[in-house]
Each structure stands twice: as structure tokens, then as C-alpha cells.
């Protein structure tokens, strides 16, 4: 988090965010190493979630948003601090008892430091729109709100979806049903002259049988390309676990899909146990972006215009919802090249990320054919395509896809 003090500009980090939760955790883990204990790997795994993660958490709730936290692991951490804090009251009413050892005068110079530090709304500019209808948004002046797609409060029953609505009421953060062109829940921050701008995350959420389906059916690499493509760097899949013998794919299957979303898309993927624990996340997940980007100036801009965003920036530049939402919809004029993207994603063992990496190089089908016919000979041709690096973990095509991409393109241009 970035603040500025006069001239100054000070950064400040949270080197140890959550001491408290982490202790607690070390301590667990070494007991449970030490007894040959079955809970061992979960408590390893959540330990290492909560070292990874940047801000403060406020509560032992919210650390179900990690991964490697289940409920058990947040119930033991809430005994925890309840009981700090009955041994906290407990030492407080000891202290009222002897009043001499009592020093308030001391804390009185750090309040005063304390407010010292406080951003002034005043500090971080204007709020006016100039000529250009810019729309800047300083810190604690607008509300953050979670949308939610008109789908996922429709269901076959209405227990369905009284379930969803009762689920968010109770969760007490604000929230507004609304159509998405993509995704299922995103997150707006709207001052009150109506502007609504699109903060950096967004979730698809897939229960289990519906997410083993998708991948049959090929929903779920087109569903990636385009929240790969809305311009939101942060994308979220969220599987609900479902019991259900109908999954449309071995379960090994698709928590390998899950994986992979994981690893070569930088996808956030988290597990839930149920609807209920969804909507914990969801909630839980909306009241930290409420903290982290309260004391923020927020600048609406164009998705061409779109900086990459880092959680401690002062300044976030955001899109316009209603800019995000009309080149999100499917039915949009889409450039040549999304067209050849989807196109390509329509062969055998062609990812995503695949496919844009062979965009990225020949942008069109049309700079691809001209490529194939500049090569000396047909060898050349058919490992055209194999050196494309793709992914964060930058590999290789291969020989095996460039060859079938040729045989296609070869195919349909002689026909």
C-alpha cells in the first residue's frame, strides 16, 4: 500500500501480515509431524497458503478464501483467538484492580501519530470529471458491490433459488443481480453520481457435474478464452463439489482440468464443499477487496488503456462496467482474430493458451497460409508452428500439433 505524507512517498508492507494464524499453524504442524498425525498435510499446505498471502486477515472466517483452508482448519483458529481474548478480558479486569500500573499517557503520542498518517481524500485529487468525462474515484468515497448474473439466481426449483438469495442476505455484503456477458460474480465500485467501475476480479462458477460436461461439450475452453479476453487480469474458477454419479468425465479427469486452469492460465481455482461454502467465499472474498481498495484512487479507462495492476498500487486504472459487459457479450463484433483463436480451439489437444500463443504470431488464417507457402518444403511446413512457446511455464507446441494444424489448414485450403 502506497501513501503520500507531504512530499514524501511512503510504501508500506506487510512483512509478517498474519503473525498470530501463523504461529498457531507452525505449532499445530509441528505437533502433528512429530505424532505422525493424519492432519499433516492439510495443516502444511493451508501454512503455506497464509505465508503467501499479502494482506492482513481479520478474522479466522476469512481464511476459508485461502487455499488448504476447509472449515476445520478455521473453527481451530476462531477457539484460538476466543480464547486470547477471554485471557485478554481477564488481564484487563487484573489491571483495573491496580490502577497504579495503569500508564495511559503514553498511548497518547501514538494516537496522535496514528491520525498523522490518516489519507485526506483531499491529498489524492480531484473528483471532478473535465472535459473528456474522466471519472476518478477518491479513497472512501464510493461503495463496493458484488454482481451476481441473473443465472445463478434461476434455478429448476425455487428452493434453488430462495437458496442463493437467502445465502446472500445473511452473508450482509452488498450485492446487485444483474446480467454478465461473462462470468458469474464480478465486482463494481460505484460513487454517487452513478459512475460503476469493474474491479480486477471475476469468477466462473461450475458445480461439479456441470464442470465435467463443459469439458465434453467444449464450453469450458471457450468459457477460458473469453475470461482471458475480458480484460480482468484476475479470473477465479470456483468448482462446487457435487454428488453426483452423472459427472460426464472420471472425477481424476477433471481435477486435472482444474489443475491445468491453474497452471498454464494463472487461473485463481478454489474448491468449495458445497453451495453454502461458494457464497462464504464470495462474501468472505468481498469484504477484503472493501479493504484493499477502500484508500485507493480508482481511474476509469478504456480496455485499451488497461495498466497491469498490482494490490499496492495507490492509483488503479478500471474499465467502465458497461464498456466491460458490451465486449464481453457473444454476440459483439469479434476481430479476425478471436474468430481464429475459437477456430483453433475447436482441434484436438489445442489449449487456450495454445491458441494465442499461434495468434499472437500470425495474427489472421489468411498470414498463416502465406507463412505455410514461404516454407521451402513441406517438412518446413509441418514444424512451422512447433518452437511457439506458450503458458507461464513458456513449452513448446511440438512437432506432433504443428503437424496437426497443418494437416487442417492444408486440408480445408485445398478444398
Given at each position: 500500500m502506497k501513501r503520500r505524507f507531504g512530499k514524501e512517498r511512503v510504501t508500506i508492507k506487510y512483512n509478517d501480515p498474519n503473525p498470530l494464524?501463523?504461529?498457531?499453524?507452525?505449532?499445530?504442524?509441528k505437533y502433528s509431524e512429530e505424532n505422525n498425525l493424519g492432519n499433516r498435510r492439510s495443516l502444511a499446505r493451508a501454512l503455506s497458503s497464509l505465508e503467501k498471502y499479502p494482506l492482513p486477515l481479520s478474522s479466522a472466517r476469512e481464511c476459508i478464501i485461502l487455499e488448504g483452508f476447509g472449515p476445520k482448519i478455521c473453527e481451530m483458529l476462531e477457539k484460538k483467538l476466543d480464547k486470547r481474548s477471554t485471557l485478554q478480558i481477564s488481564e484487563e479486569k487484573e489491571i483495573t484492580k491496580k490502577p497504579k500500573k495503569v500508564k495511559p499517557a503514553k498511548a497518547s503520542p501514538k494516537k496522535r501519530d496514528r491520525k498523522k498518517t490518516t489519507p485526506q481524500a483531499a491529498e489524492v485529487g480531484s473528483e471532478e470529471k473535465d472535459s473528456s468525462n474522466v471519472v476518478i474515484m477518491s479513497p472512501n468515497m464510493f461503495e463496493v458491490i458484488l454482481l451476481v448474473d441473473?443465472?445463478?439466481?434461476?434455478?429448476?426449483?425455487?428452493?434453488?433459488?430462495?437458496?442463493t438469495i437467502n445465502e446472500l442476505n445473511a452473508s450482509k455484503v452488498s450485492y446487485e443481480v444483474r446480467h454478465l456477458n461473462i462470468g458469474d460474480f464480478a465486482w463494481i465500485a460505484r460513487d454517487s453520481a452513478g459512475n460503476e467501475l469493474v474491479l480486477p476480479y471475476i469468477v466462473e462458477r461450475k458445480r461439479l457435474d456441470d464442470f465435467g460436461m463443459s469439458i465434453r461439450d467444449g464450453r469450458f475452453h471457450?468459457?477460458?478464452?473469453?475470461?482471458?479476453?475480458?480484460?480482468?487480469p484476475n479470473a477465479i474458477y470456483m468448482v462446487e463439489?457435487?454428488?453426483?454419479?452423472h459427472l460426464g468425465l472420471p472425477f481424476r479427469t477433471i481435477m486435472q482440468a482444474a489443475t491445468n486452469t491453474n497452471v498454464h492460465n494463472k487461473f485463481t481455482v478454489k474448491i468449495t464443499d458445497n453451495h453454502h461454502g461458494s457464497i462464504l467465499y464470495l462474501s468472505v472474498l468481498t469484504r477484503i477487496l472493501e479493504r484493499s481498495f477502500r484508500d485507493k484512487v480508482l481511474v476509469g479507462c478504456l480496455k485499451s488503456e488497461l495498466k497491469e495492476f498490482q494490490l499496492t498500487d495507490e492509483f488503479v486504472s478500471l474499465m467502465h462496467f458497461k464498456e466491460f459487459n458490451a465486449l464481453s457479450s457473444k454476440t459483439r463484433d469479434m476481430k479476425v482474430r478471436d474468430f481464429f483463436a475459437q477456430q483453433l480451439m475447436q482441434l484436438s489437444s489445442l489449449s487456450v493458451d495454445k491458441a494465442l500463443a499461434i495468434v499472437r504470431d500470425f495474427g489472421t488464417?489468411?498470414?498463416l497460409l502465406n507463412a505455410y507457402r514461404a516454407c521451402e518444403d513441406e517438412r518446413e511446413a509441418r514444424s512451422l508452428l512447433a518452437n511457439i512457446k506458450y503458458g507461464r511455464l513458456g513449452r513448446q507446441i511440438g512437432l506432433k500439433l504443428s503437424e496437426i494444424i497443418y494437416e487442417f489448414y492444408h486440408n480445408t485450403s485445398a478444398n
Open positions: 494464524f501463523k504461529k498457531w499453524l507452525t505449532e499445530w504442524l441473473t443465472q445463478e439466481t434461476k434455478g429448476k426449483t425455487k428452493k434453488t433459488v430462495d437458496a471457450e468459457q477460458k478464452f473469453r475470461l482471458m479476453q475480458s480484460g480482468i463439489m457435487y454428488e453426483s454419479r488464417p489468411r498470414l
